[in-house]
Structure formats: structure tokens, C-alpha cells
Nanobody, 124 residues
């Protein structure tokens, strides 16, 4: 069992920055990939970014490349999403997720544990 808790969401103006945090607890040593997903109003949940244990591999959705950075402090069971140059289209509930499979995971179905989400709202 792995528990995930997100924090750091809020209201920002376009062009601003936020850093989301995900605190993991439980059997965190079994996880291979940590990821971030988001769900905008009326839209499907979509992949944002992911990183494998020890930071050996990272990946990003095309919509956030060059603006968002995923990183981790694995000894502290923490994963972060630094979001810069925010746009109104980034408005969504952001979810932290963890995958057990020993491969880089980018699909929602590959993830085994999910946080409750944190709201990010970007005003124009």
C-alpha cells in the first residue's frame, strides 16, 4: 500500500509559477515511476509528467514541455512538479500517482496509486 498526498495548488495569474509537492508513504520502495496527471473541467484526466526511481528517466506531455519540470527527493519520499509560465489552459485538478511496474509509465492504467488531487487555477 502506498498513500499519496498532493499540496501546493492555488490561484495564480497567467505567466506565474507554482510548485506542486507529492508526499508518499507506505511501501514506497516498491514504486518504479512517479507521475503527475491533470483533469480540467469537462475533460478527461491526462498525463503531465513522470520520473522513474532515482531520476534516471523523465517524460512530459507536449503541452508542458519547456515549462514544467518533475523532480524528486527520493530519500524523503517526495516528488515535485515545478510549473512555470502558467497558462489558463493549465487550470485543472492535478493528481500525483505511483506505478509499480518495472518500466517507464505514462498511461493512466499503468498507475496503481493515486492522490486526492490539488486544484490549480490560472487566471488571465
Amino acid at each position: 500500500q502506498v498513500q499519496l498526498v498532493e499540496s501546493g495548488g492555488g490561484l495564480v495569474q497567467a505567466g506565474g509559477s507554482l510548485r506542486l509537492s507529492c508526499a508518499a508513504s507506505g511501501r514506497t520502495s516498491d514504486t518504479y515511476t512517479m507521475g503527475w496527471f491533470r483533469q480540467a473541467p469537462g475533460k478527461e484526466r491526462k498525463f503531465v509528467a513522470a520520473v522513474t526511481r532515482y531520476g534516471s528517466t523523465t517524460g512530459y506531455a507536449d503541452s508542458v514541455k519547456g515549462r514544467f519540470t518533475i523532480s524528486g527527493q527520493y530519500a524523503k519520499n517526495m516528488v515535485y512538479l515545478q510549473m512555470n509560465s502558467l497558462k489558463p489552459d493549465d487550470t485543472a485538478v492535478y493528481y500525483c500517482a505511483a506505478a509499480l511496474a518495472s518500466k517507464f509509465a505514462t498511461r493512466e492504467a499503468e498507475y496503481d496509486y493515486w492522490g486526492q488531487g490539488t486544484q490549480v487555477t490560472v487566471s488571465s
